[in-house]
């Protein structure tokens, strides 16, 4: 949006600050949500003592740090809201925040706009994870159950959101009612809590396709799909490459009959136990002759572990943009974070997943049913996992033919034409002429 000519002011954590005023952003700072927390180690510690990485992680997670802490970041939003007010009282403010940060939710529900408004700005939701709002057509959100349409299911579904709701969902529904009353809401929504998440905004878009979703006959009403964010990573973008890097370029110009198989891997950034799943990748085509796998740690600086024996056909760094080596690649295997599946979809890339920890069951099971991914069923394969997953995508052609039809769907429908085309919508008559 900067590079389209629009102001941008970004509220968010510290680790951004330098990326957005590079990009000509200004920018305001919020503190973690550990700091926001009266003992965040404690709630970590917790976190960790829970066995079951399903829903009740996942409702630890979302009591504690988004819940729990909203309304002193409902507070921070506010301020800033007035401080860009009083700055330049003529500027109409328009809000894209992403839905499950929940800041601008308590103004939905009849918290009074911040001082100097007569309305609260137009609002625009991002989905940055699966839909998650109750639906009749799916089990409970985080269970990781298989999209099923049959009656039996539909009546599957009904039962289990009645008792997730009355069991593990629970400490979830008391907790979103006392964050919305501490943020000085006037009303409070008795639904399911993630089913406010998509009414509060004035608009909501999910970033990615409509065939990377479930066909939901009760989808949220005001959300529309996006499609997924484009490549960010051009030709001459300047990032340094490895000192290996013209093997992948060699391989990508080799004749068909000598050109290798590209597979590449990553545990994304938080997981930092390459035992889980990089390791086991490397073991998996130690030294085949057919086969480069190539490696990126997810976190500059970091380093294998000493004693690990690279097998001769691996690569690894530290940091690699998926963009960078996607196009490359024949496959790739990553423990399906939204965004890893999304630049695998953009770059037309099918993916072997090794996702069971809170959402990332959800975004394998949409993969598998989208056609372009082959479920691993563990968060810590073995190497025979990881190899029996990798040859079944490359041995088949579908899966590849169907990343390349998500990668042309997604292209199609131009994502930031639409968000941009919303804005717009959006914007009333006196800032189009200020920014015109």
Same mark, same amino acid.
């Given at each position: ?27 305001? *700072? ?90 609260? *700005?137009? %609002? ?15 089990? *409970? ?204 979809? %953009?770059?037309?890339? *099918? ?12 975004? %394998? ?17 073995? %190497? ?53």
């Amino acid at each position: 949006m900067i590079k389209r000519g629009y102001p941008v002011f970004f509220h968010g954590g510290v680790q951004f600050e330098k990326d957005v005023v590079v990009m000509g952003g200004e920018f305001g *700072p919020i503190p973690s949500m550990l700091d926001l927390l009266p003992d965040g180690l404690a709630v970590l510690e917790a976190g960790k003592a829970i066995k079951d990485h399903r829903l009740p992680l996942f409702v630890h997670g979302l009591v504690n740090f988004l819940y729990n802490t909203m309304p002193q970041r409902t507070q921070l939003l506010e301020e800033t809201l007035v401080r860009l007010k009083q700055r330049d009282p003529d500027r109409q403010i328009i809000i894209i925040h992403e839905l499950c940060s929940m800041n601008v939710m308590p103004f939905a529900y009849g918290r009074p706009v911040p001082m100097g408004y007569d309305s609260f *700005p137009k %609002t625009i939701g991002i989905g940055a994870v699966n839909i998650s709002a109750p639906s009749r057509d799916t089990a *409970p959100f985080s269970m990781g159950l298989p999209y099923d349409p049959s009656p039996a299911c539909l009546l599957r579904n009904r039962e289990l959101h009645k008792l997730a709701d009355q069991g593990p969902w629970l400490p979830l529904f008391k907790a979103a009612t006392r964050a919305m009353r501490e943020s000085g809401c006037t009303a409070v929504s008795n639904d399911h809590p993630f089913a406010s998440w998509y009414d509060a905004p004035d608009v909501c878009f999910q970033m990615c396709s409509p065939s990377m979703e479930y066909p939901l006959s009760d989808m949220p009403p005001k959300l529309r799909f996006a499609g997924c964010l484009p490549p960010r990573v051009s030709g001459d973008s300047g990032q340094a490459l490895p000192s290996w890097w013209d093997d992948v370029l060699e391989n990508g110009v080799a004749e068909n009959n000598k050109k290798k198989k590209i597979v590449f891997v990553s545990q994304g950034t938080a997981h930092i136990d390459y035992n889980q799943l990089i390791l086991p990748s490397m073991e998996a085509f130690r030294d085949r002759d057919d086969v480069i796998v190539i490696v990126t740690l997810g976190i500059r600086g970091a380093t294998l572990e000493d004693g690990f024996s690279v097998p001769s056909n691996a690569r690894w760094t530290d940091f690699l943009a998926y963009d960078r080596v996607l196009p490359y690649a024949d496959v790739f295997v990553c423990n399906a974070g939204y965004g890893s599946t999304s630049h695998a979809v %953009t770059n037309g890339t *099918p993916v072997v997943l090794a996702g069971e920890v809170l959402d990332k069951k959800e975004v %394998t099971k949409r993969a598998v049913y989208a056609g372009y991914a082959w479920d691993l069923e563990s968060a810590t394969p073995s %190497t025979e996992q990881i190899k029996k997953g990798v040859e079944a995508v490359l041995s088949d052609r579908r899966f590849k033919t169907r990343a390349m039809e998500l990668k042309i769907e997604n292209e199609q429908m131009d994502c930031m034409q639409i968000i941009q085309r919303q804005i717009l919508d959006f914007t009333d008559q006196n800032s189009k002429s200020m920014a015109g």
